[in-house]
């Protein structure tokens, strides 16, 4: 489950790197791992089980065998600082297989969600561009927060484009909006043709060169284009997740995008990172181009500046 494929990669890596260990052998360097995952069964009288055990508390032991829907809990901070745990119990293995099997997506969304928290943290320690955020909600009605070393790269009416270029990566956010008609323009075809037309007017290997522009890889059937609904920061948005390409095929990477609707305004917002880093493992990439997206609020979310 938690090491399975990450959507939406051009190569295969794992969601999370994973490491089995013996209880008994969790020694203090092992206990300082920023997430921990212990599974155990009631039904087990071993010493490694004993020892997961002892972690909890009695009253929350009670409590769990009291009650055959729970499953999990998870503590923060439990043997290091900034530390999430998480325990897995059933009365026995097959229901504790069971219940994984049943609650995977949310077990892999908790992770994922304390790996933005952490990032979040990281990311935005050092001060954001100057003039950034009031420009946005000024002529765009929206919020993104931008972390430090990201630069300006192109704004207009309808189209915004920050850019991180390191020697061996290049991360890339913009956020792209348009009137909102209908809940047909969250239909997936519809937003690869409004990302493409996006990225064909502003996106572009070579901007002497039109036919260098980007464009959403659709030719490749084991690497489609993945959608889902979900709640993005409370509201209602589409994700897609797949890879990009040059027209003239010279460049290519992954892709993470939301579109949603600010309804007071009456606009759609697509917001996307992309990255283009050959030869490079992407997931902690995505990662962070995620982390800085849902940093986007609408306008009314937006809290009012301080005079």
């Keep these: ?57 009695p009253e929350s032991l009670e409590k769990i065998k009291a009650d055959p829907n729970i499953f999990s809990q998870n503590i923060r901070d439990v043997f290091a600082k900034n530390q999430e745990v998480l325990f897995l119990f059933a009365q026995t293995e097959a229901e504790l297989i069971q219940h994984i099997s049943k609650n995977k997506g949310k077990l892999v969304e908790y992770f994922n969600q304390r790996e933005r928290e952490r990032l979040t943290e990281t990311l935005y320690k050092s001060a954001q561009p100057k003039g950034i955020v009031p420009m946005l909600r000024k002529e765009f009605n929206c919020e993104l927060k931008i972390p430090f070393g990201y630069q300006v790269v192109q704004q207009e009416s309808d189209f915004f484009w920050v850019r991180q270029i390191n020697p061996g990566d290049d991360k890339d956010v913009f956020i792209a909006r348009k009137k909102y008609t209908s809940q047909a323009q969250f239909q997936r075809d519809s937003l690869i043709a409004f990302r493409d037309a996006v990225c064909k007017k502003y996106l572009f290997e070579d901007p002497e060169r039109p036919e260098t522009h980007l ?8 690497k489609p284009v993945l959608t889902r609904e979900i709640s993005f920061n409370k509201k209602f948005a589409v994700e897609l ?23 007071p305004m009456g606009m759609l917002y697509y917001i996307e990172g992309f990255t283009f880093s050959p030869g490079k493992d992407q997931r902690e990439i995505m990662r962070e181009l995620e982390t800085i997206l849902y940093t986007f609020k609408t306008s009314d979310q937006i809290t009012p500046a301080q005079p």
């Design 241 to 263: 997740k797949g890879l990009w390409r040059t027209n003239n095929l010279t460049m290519g990477g992954p892709f993470l995008s939301f579109a949603l609707v600010d309804e």
């Design 1 to 57: 489950i938690f090491s399975a494929e990450m959507e939406g990669l051009p190569r295969e890596e794992a969601i999370f790197h994973m490491r089995w260990i013996d209880p008994r052998k969790l020694n203090f360097v092992l206990r300082q791992r920023r997430n921990l995952i212990f599974a155990v069964t009631f039904d087990q009288k071993t010493t490694g089980a004993r020892q997961i055990r002892s972690i909890l508390t």
């Design 215 to 222: 464009l959403t890889e659709t030719s490749v059937p084991y």
